[in-house]
C-alpha cells in the first residue's frame, strides 16, 4: 500500500511538471512577463506547502515506523559537579634550618659532647676546641684589668677630692679601659672555641673526630638539622601568575613516604625568573608530619574551583572544518541534533561547558561520532 501511494505521487508530481514546463514555455515565447512572474508565485507557495508537509510527514514516520532503523546510543544527562583544575608539579622539601657548623677557632677538637641522631636546644654546646693556652692568657689579662680597675678608682676618688693631677687621672682611665677591652676580646676569641647550637635541632651528621685540628673556613664540623619549619618549594610556569597566589588551594604528595596532605600556597614569589620564565611557590608542612629535607614531592596546585560545573567527557566533542567545537544532544523526538559549544577547563577526562548547553540537556555519549544530524536514535542503558 505504501509503495503505490509514492507511485501516484511521483506520476502526478511528473504530469504536472510536464504541463508547467510546457506553460513555461508558451509564457516565455510570448514574452508573457505578468504571466510568468504569476507562475513563479504559484510555484513558490507550492515549494512550502510541500516542504511543511513533508516535514509533518517525516516527523510523524520517525515517530511512528517503529520498524525503521535507528542509530543505538548510550546518553548523559548534563548536569553541575564540582571542577578542581589543577597544576601538577615536581617539588622538593625543604627547611630553612639544615645548616653545617663551621668553626671559627684554629685549634684541634678536645671534645664532642653529643652523638648523631641526637636532639639539642638552642645555644647547647655541641663541641670544644682546644684553646692553645687562652685561658691562661685571659686570666693574666683578668688580673692586669683588676689591678687597672682599683687604680683607676682610688685616682678617681683623689680626683673627686681634688688631690692629684688630672693626667694622672686621665691615664688611669685609659689604661683601665683598655685592660677591659683586651679581656673582653680574648673572651670572644675563647667563646669561639665553644661550638653551640644555633638552633634546636637534630645532630644529622658529626664531620670531625677529637684531635683533629680545624681552621675558620676550611671543613665543616657538624651538620644541624631542624624539622619543625619545614615547606615544600616548586617553580610555577608564568603563565599561571594570574590564577596562583597566596591561599591558592593545594595538595602536596610524598611517594617515598606513601603520604599527601592538603595546603595553601604560604608564600608566592613576585620575582619572575628570566632564565626559565617561572616563579617560586612554598606551601609549609604542619610540623606534625614526619618528613625529611630534599624529598622529592609533587605539589598540586588548585588555580581554578567551579562547584557547579557542567561537565561533558571530552570524548564526545567534535570539531568542524572551522575547529568550532559541538556535541549530539537528542531532542523531543528522539534525533540527533548538533550543538555548538563553549568549553573551559578540562580535568581528568571531563571538560567544563561555559556556553552551549544547559543543565538538563540529553547528549550522546557512546556512538556520537557515528550519528547524522537529525538522525533518530535508539538510546541504550
Known sequence: MRY???????FVLISC?????QSTHEL?????????????????NQIEVLRNELGLVTAALNRLDTSKKRA?????TVKPSELKHRISLQSIVKTNQNMLLQPEFMGAISSILVQEGQKVKKDQVLMRIDDGGLKQTIRLQKAQTDLAKTVFERQERLWNEQIGS????????????SQRSQLGQLNDQL????????????????MVDIGQVVSPGTMALIRLVSTKEMYVEADVPERYLPTVSK????????????????????????????ENRTFRVTVDIDPSLEVNPNLISTLHIFDYINPKALLIPVSVISENASGDQFVFAIDKNNQAQKVFIQTGYAENGMVEVIAGLEEGATIIREGARLVKENQPVQIIK
Do not use: W
Open 4 to 10: 503505490l501511494i509514492l507511485f501516484l505521487a511521483c
Open 17 to 21: 511538471g510536464n504541463e508547467a514546463e
Open 28 to 44: 516565455i515565447e510570448s514574452a508573457d512577463v505578468d504571466g510568468l512572474e504569476q507562475k513563479r508565485y504559484g510555484m513558490v
Open 72 to 76: 543505538l546510543v548510550s546518553v548523559d
Open 166 to 177: 688630672e693626667i694622672e687621672y686621665l691615664q688611669a682611665k685609659t689604661n683601665y679601659e
Open 191 to 206: 667563646e669561639k672555641a665553644i661550638v653551640r647550637a644555633p638552633f634546636s635541632g637534630k645532630i644529622d651528621h658529626i
Open 247 to 274: 591561599g591558592t588551594p593545594a595538595l602536596v604528595e610524598i611517594p617515598v613516604l606513601n603520604t599527601s596532605f592538603e595546603a595553601s600556597i604560604s608564600h608566592r614569589a613576585t620575582h619572575v625568573s628570566t
